[in-house]
Nanobody, 127 residues
Framework: QVQLVESGGGLVQAGDSLRLSCTAS????????MGWFRQAPGKEREFVAA???????YYKDSVKGRFTISRDNAKSTVDLQMIDLQPEDAAVYYC?????????????????????WGQGTQVTVSS
């Protein structure tokens, strides 16, 4: 059972930046995509960004140009660099890992398709 641990959340002002990090408890193999989802109070968990083993990235439209996802396959880590944060970005951010079976497969944007989850890290943005 892979465990994912997030870090880097916090309270920032609108326009500020944050970097979230996620580390897996064991090696993530080449068939896995890694990604970030978020869940605001009263809302469903939603896709934010994902990256497959081949380092192809995918983003929610509203974060394109502001968020950058990256991974270190050797360390089984995935980061999310967020700039120009806005109040609507406030949520609990979850790291996930999904088995795709192929290094270049496109990861699903549905949370139900992701196998492993971290415990979440809170991001709060004040206006």
């Amino acid at each position: 059972q892979v465990q994912l641990v997030e870090s880097g959340g916090g309270l920032v002002q609108a326009g500020d930046s944050l970097r979230l990090s996620c580390t897996a408890s064991e090696r993530i193999t080449s068939g896995y995509a890694m990604g970030w989802f978020r869940q605001a109070p009263g809302k469903e968990r939603e896709f934010v960004a994902a990256i497959n083993w081949a380092a192809i990235t995918y983003y929610k439209d509203s974060v394109k140009g502001r968020f950058t996802i990256s991974r270190d396959n050797a360390k089984s880590t995935v980061d999310l660099q967020m700039i120009d944060l806005q109040p609507e970005d406030a949520a609990v951010y979850y790291c996930g890992a999904a088995f795709l079976g192929s290094m270049r497969a496109v990861p699903s944007r549905s949370p139900g398709a992701w196998r492993y989850w971290g415990q979440g890290t809170q991001v709060t943005v004040s206006s």
